[in-house]
């Protein structure tokens, strides 16, 4: 009894870090990119160990992908402050939030959670939560 739990401990936080790590293009890239390759690579060759072999490739050129994006957006933003980009707060309504700069309230129905958004008073930018 004492092995399962700590087996399910053991699956809960792996699960937890493979799950926050896919927040960044970097992270979300490498897990497309190892599905993807798990699929084809099980696909052509009808075993265990292409699928195997299809993932890491996968998600190795995922994550390079991921990177660029990364970079991408770092020169696109430019750096993000310390401790990272505020968070608005929601305005009562679904997909209204207000702005954590001006109290100003946005309308981020089309933001996926965590995307960026700049406010037009200040220009510096948020996050939809």
Known sequence: ??????VAVLLATLSSLIF??????VGQGAA???ATGAIIGGAATGHVRGAS?????????GALTGAAIQ???AARYGPPPPGGYPYARWAGTPGFY????????????GVPPGG???????????RKP
Do not use: E, K
């Open 1 to 6: 009894m004492r092995g399962n739990i700590f």
């Open 20 to 25: 926050s790590s896919c927040d960044t293009p």
């Open 32 to 34: 497309w990119g190892a």
């Open 53 to 61: 072999i299809g993932a890491a490739a996968g998600a190795a050129a």
């Open 71 to 73: 970079q991408d957006q």
């Open 98 to 109: 207000y702005s954590p700069y001006t109290g100003r309230v946005y309308d981020l129905r």
């Open 116 to 126: 960026l958004t700049r406010d037009v008073d200040t220009g510096r930018l948020f």
